[in-house]
T-cell receptor, first 110, second 113 residues
Framework: EDQVTQSPEALRLQEGESSSLNCSYT??????LFWYRQDPGKGPEFLFT???AGEEKEKERLKATLTKKESFLHITAPKPEDSATYLC???????????FGAGTTVTVRA | DTGVSQDPRHKITKRGQNVTFRCDPI?????LYWYRQTLGQGPEFLTY????????KSRLLSDRFSAERPKGSFSTLEIQRTEQGDSAMYLC???????????FGDGTRLSIL
């Protein structure tokens, strides 16, 4: 069964203080690794898809990277509006569903 | 692209009652998914439709749960004889052909009194 573990559970940052979130996974044939952002009371908002080791994607202050065992979401010079829960999910090659981690809740203080 | 729409946003009901939720996917998406999310956890898969065919069901989906997608458009998720443990956020997502990302609605929050 696919497994996704995210760390840390919570991260408190000062505005401008860069950091990284970790997503470790085990999956039988990776079809895609997905990062989502979720605000309180809202559904997950799609950020990135990574398909193979070595791939990187960037969007504003966020950059996602992928190895064969884990993915990192780097937040560069965060702003308070980057405060949210960041979810990592994987899809295996023989399945349709996404398997999610429990998320990392990021709080950025001004 | 108006996004995935879910209705209602909140539902409060007494234990033992039946509830039904509706999901309208992004119009050109033929794949539709239901997930359940509890506080502090990531979404857990419940079921998957491709057009009107229900192709996969999680073992989390007990006999009290049923989902339909008539004509391959909107979908409904019904829970019969609700229990306290059914309290959660029920999320719907849709996608285009594989392996395109799934796009989520804002969910229906169910509270069982």
């Amino acid at each position: 069964e696919d497994q996704v573990t995210q760390s840390p559970e919570a991260l408190r940052l000062q505005e401008g203080e860069s950091s990284s979130l970790n997503c470790s996974y085990t999956v039988s044939g990776l079809r895609g690794l997905f990062w989502y952002r979720q605000d309180p009371g809202k559904g997950p908002e799609f950020l990135f898809t990574l398909y193979s080791a070595g791939e990187e994607k960037e969007k504003e202050r966020l950059k996602a990277t992928l190895t064969k065992k884990e993915s990192f979401l780097h937040i560069t010079a965060p702003k308070p509006e980057d405060s949210a829960t960041y979810l990592c999910a994987v899809r295996s090659s023989n399945d349709y569903k996404l398997s999610f981690g429990a998320g990392t809740t990021v709080t950025v203080r001004a | 692209d108006t996004g995935v729409s879910q209705d209602p946003r909140h539902k409060i009901t007494k234990r033992g009652q039946n509830v039904t939720f509706r999901c309208d996917p992004i119009s050109e998406h033929n794949r539709l998914y239901w997930y359940r999310q509890t506080l502090g956890q990531g979404p857990e898969f419940l079921t998957y439709f491709q057009n009107e065919a229900q192709l996969e069901k999680s073992r989390l989906l007990s006999d009290r749960f049923s989902a339909e997608r008539p004509k391959g458009s909107f979908s409904t998720l019904e829970i019969q004889r609700t229990e306290q443990g059914d309290s959660a956020m029920y999320l719907c997502a849709s996608s285009d052909r594989s392996p395109q990302p799934q796009h989520f609605g804002d969910g229906t929050r169910l509270s069982i009194l």
